[in-house]
């Protein structure tokens, strides 16, 4: 029996990152990291949102490893932990004002806008999903993967014919593999 | 009520948008199209997923635009609606590679 985990560990791995992104509070403080490292008070400002608001939504970063802390004199300073989440975040970003209608220079740092944006209405910290009802990895119970392993019975013969065998792993260890 | 500011508006739908990709299978589905356009027995045949599994996911993406589908012959083929969100896979796995 396969778990789209076992599968090929990258894709699940992938899945925990952008979870940890979906978020409008932790997205603003990725955009305003892209530009550059910054103090919480700094993301306070160019986000108009609380100083603990942010702080938590900087733990959840911090914790997926997409925002490292580095001690600056007396102030903590938050740094994007690499390239492909600035990029991850601004594609996602211009797909979203491309499906929209009103157009806007929506990629720049809030710090650059005339009208500090409020985002004070977005309070939830923790990494979120889909509605369980909506999500089919998610039906059935608490266990993400429950409906995913009952789908894959008897299937694991099709799969190993078409890629090379992995071994299970919780983290993804060969981006040739996955990419 | 007032609108929301457009940035605002921006980022809550770029927060659906990852919503809605972050799911191994549907990352998966994402991956398999960035190369071109398939058919459903196409991406159970790549995946290795059972085909009804495939259709509760393709029906996820499809209803949050990032997948459209087409009617060619007798079969439906699957696209993505645009490159970002090619982008971003390939982005996130990436990261996930090197993590």
Same mark, same amino acid.
């Given at each position: 029996?396969?778990?789209?985990?076992?599968?090929?560990?990258?894709?699940?791995?992938?899945?925990?990152?952008?979870?940890?992104? *979906? %978020?409008?509070?932790?997205? @603003?403080?990725?955009?305003?990291?892209?530009?550059?490292?910054? /103090?919480?008070?700094?993301? #306070? &400002?160019?986000?108009?949102?609380?100083?603990?608001?942010?702080?938590?939504?900087?733990?959840?970063?911090?914790?997926?490893?997409?925002?490292?802390?580095?001690?600056?004199?007396?102030?903590?300073?938050?740094?994007?932990?690499?390239?492909?989440?600035?990029?991850?975040?601004?594609?996602?970003?211009?797909?979203?004002?491309?499906?929209?209608?009103?157009?806007?220079?929506?990629?720049?740092? *809030? %710090?650059?806008?005339?009208? @500090?944006?409020?985002?004070?209405?977005?309070?939830?910290?923790? /990494?979120?999903?889909?509605? #369980? &009802?909506?999500?089919?990895?998610?039906?059935?119970?608490?266990?993400?993967?429950?409906?995913?392993?009952?789908?894959?019975?008897?299937?694991?013969?099709?799969?190993?014919?078409?890629?090379?065998?992995?071994?299970?792993?919780?983290?993804?260890?060969?981006?040739?593999?996955?990419? | 009520?007032?609108?929301?500011?457009?940035?605002?508006?921006?980022?809550?739908?770029?927060?659906?948008?990852?919503?809605?990709?972050?799911?191994?299978?549907?990352?998966?589905?994402?991956?398999?199209?960035?190369?071109?356009?398939?058919?459903?027995?196409?991406?159970?045949?790549?995946?290795?997923?059972?085909?009804?599994?495939?259709?509760?996911?393709?029906?996820?993406?499809?209803?949050?635009?990032?997948?459209?589908?087409?009617?060619?012959?007798?079969?439906?083929?699957?696209?993505?609606?645009?490159?970002?969100?090619?982008?971003?896979?390939?982005?996130?796995?990436?990261?996930?590679?090197?993590?």
């Amino acid at each position: 029996m396969t778990t789209p985990g076992q599968l090929d560990p990258c894709l699940e791995a992938a899945s925990e990152l952008l979870r940890a992104l *979906a %978020s409008p509070v932790r997205l @603003g403080i990725v955009r305003e990291l892209a530009a550059r490292g910054r /103090p919480v008070h700094e993301l #306070v &400002a160019a986000l108009g949102v609380s100083q603990p608001l942010v702080s938590q939504h900087l733990r959840v970063l911090r914790s997926s490893r997409i925002v490292a802390a580095r001690r600056r004199a007396r102030e903590v300073e938050y740094t994007l932990a690499d390239e492909h989440v600035a990029h991850i975040v601004l594609d996602a970003i211009r797909h979203a004002a491309e499906a929209q209608p009103a157009p806007g220079a929506w990629l720049w740092p *809030a %710090s650059s806008w005339p009208a @500090g944006p409020s985002l004070a209405g977005d309070g939830e910290p923790a /990494p979120a999903a889909l509605p #369980v &009802a909506e999500d089919p990895d998610r039906r059935g119970g608490d266990d993400p993967g429950q409906a995913a392993r009952v789908g894959l019975r008897g299937v694991a013969v099709a799969a190993s014919r078409r890629r090379p065998p992995v071994k299970p792993a919780d983290r993804c260890q060969d981006a040739n593999f996955c990419i | 009520m007032t609108p929301a500011p457009p940035a605002e508006q921006a980022l809550d739908a770029a927060s659906e948008l990852l919503k809605a990709l972050a799911s191994p299978v549907r990352l998966g589905i994402v991956r398999e199209l960035a190369a071109g356009g398939r058919h459903v027995h196409e991406l159970v045949a790549a995946l290795g997923v059972s085909q009804p599994l495939v259709s509760q996911h393709l029906r996820v993406l499809r209803g949050s635009r990032i997948v459209t589908a087409r009617r060619q012959a007798r079969e439906i083929e699957y696209t993505l609606a645009d490159d970002h969100v090619a982008h971003i896979v390939m982005d996130a796995i990436r990261h996930a590679a090197e993590a």
